[in-house]
């Protein structure tokens, strides 16, 4: 297996880091990642850092093991029966697979926005958005709830549009509005880290603007990792790119990464400036 | 004379939409009217059933009128005949049954949908099958045999702590050392503990299957957000299944409602409504018509028909309630876009 030239520069401190100063959000660190399902090995010794105050977006062909990376960074990769990994992910330096680390804190620390918006239907918009707090079993008192909905909607860019319905069901939203929810529902529980899995690929396009919007916001709070096939939005909302791919029955691995402007601009490697500007993929 | 339209075609006035063949190949055609002869036969068949009882029943209910709802005792040679202690009977032992089962079934169905490691799904999943193919003669003696001799322990322990609630009150000295273990046998309680177990497959295997089709990203969704599995179960599991819950149990009240031989075995026969149902003897429809059905005379088989077309009618009512139950859920239905 090649290694590719550019991996080196993935554990080193970006530009971005030093200018983040005093520490927003948390720095998310993947060393040395592979994955299995089953024998099946999708991932292979995939390193890369994602600093405070940066949009990192995973691009690459379907089927490369960017979500399966993604899933494995905040320990939703063991749902599946029979997937296995090796390898640390370190947030804030600790390993969050270590033992003595609980896994519902791990995941409530790093939150995750789904492909498919999938707020919980039989709940209201104002309870979807405190289902976090329910579930990990955080009490809160009835104004401080009120003002966090608030505050969680705004964040998400939503508040505006159902502030006057909040009692109405989730599910009775529009795509992008119930996507926007489920953001709002992520953040209600102040992670640290807000992982994004194709988050507007089943958006029409005002709504995926509007989503945009929200990431350029959360920016400065929150560490955000977005998957995305689409490479406009990987320019438009990233600070960086990971690039993977997965050659011919080989795993995946990260051809190249570094500031979005020099994947997008200068790529070093031939297959990332072939896929960046279309010519596979 | 005819005036010509000279529009195009599609532009042209239709009084009548065209009539289309299906154009549907012979086998299509062979195979829709055999499942068709086939389904409408089956319906035929229920619904011969129901005008057979109800037939039966015309004069019974013409010769007894309103009486034959009220009156307790059923003694066809007295001329006095009538189904209320074997109606509060039946519904005693089917809510025992479902007081025990609901649980057993509900918790059962979770753990295997949600808590059992997958390799053992599939073992569990038969295993719990397998209860519903045991022969109810079967639990009927294991009843009466196993059962009953322990389980009047546990209606002792009830009657003597809490036989202040009047369903629980048995007229004896359940404190008493040497006490009276007669009373407490042969029960709608005993009978009841019975019937559950023949009722939780049912309720276990339609709970189950409704748990499974929970949707996934919702699940996700829970998980993500650092749910632990009870709080995902709570939040999304229970209230995607609700309707399978509620249908499950009703199929179960249904069949608790007609089971026979099992209760026949173990209840001693009265005719009195009672509603304390630790203490001994009890009865229901299907165990009154199986046990009066073989001496019966021409008269008193059409009474007891008449009992049978009730119970029918109480089961048909409460099937068709869990059937729209059941598909009333949004089994399936994820969250729409």
Sequence with gaps: MAISPSLESITEPTPLDAAAGASHGATLEADSITAWFGSNRVLDRVSLTMPSRTVTALIGPSGCGKSTFLRILNRMHEQVPAAKLAGEVRLNGDDIYSPGHRITDTRRRIGMVFQKPNPFPTMSIAENVTAGLKLTGTRISRGDRDDLVERSLRRAGIWDEVKDRLDALGGALSGGQQQRLCIARSLAVDPDVLLMDEPCSALDPTSTRRVEQTIEELRDDVTIVIVTHNMQQAFRVSQQCAFFLAEQGTPGVIIESGRTEDIFGSPTDPRTEDYVNGRFG | MTVLDERPPAFQDVAEPRVIDPGLPTADRTFRGVVRVIGLFVLLLTSAI????????????????????????????????????????????????????????????????????????SSLVSLVDLMAAVPSIIYGLWGFMVLQPHAIHLSRWLATYLGWIPIFHVDTDATSASWQQSSFTASAFIAGLAVSLMVIPLACAVMRGVFALAPLGEREAAFALGSTRWGMVRAVVLPFGRGGIIGGTMLALGRALGETIAVLLII?????????????????????????????TATQLSALLTAGFIL??????????????????????ATEI
């Excluded at chain 2, 066809?76 to 649980?103: K, M, Q």
């Excluded at chain 2, 001994?280 to 046990?291: K, R, Y």
């Excluded at chain 2, 029918?312 to 239905?333: D, K, L, P, Q, W």
């Design chain 2, 50 to 121: 129901g005008i057979f009882l109800g037939l039966q029943a015309v004069p019974t209910l013409q010769k007894y009128g309103l009486s034959f709802f009220t009156e307790t005792q059923w003694e066809p040679r007295s001329n006095t005949v009538g189904i209320a202690a074997v109606f509060v009977g039946t519904i005693e032992v089917a809510l025992v049954a479902l007081a025990v089962g609901f649980p057993l079934a509900l918790l059962t169905a979770l753990f295997i949908s949600e808590y059992a490691p997958p390799r053992l799904k």
């Design chain 2, 268 to 296: 001693s026969p009265t005719f009195d409504i009672k509603w304390n149902i630790l203490s001994v003897g009890t009865n229901t429809f299907s165990a009154l018509i199986a046990g009066r059905f073989g001496e019966a």
């Design chain 2, 312 to 333: 029918f009618a109480m089961t048909i009512a409460i099937n068709t309630v869990a059937a729209i139950f059941v598909n009333r859920s949004r089994s399936g239905a």
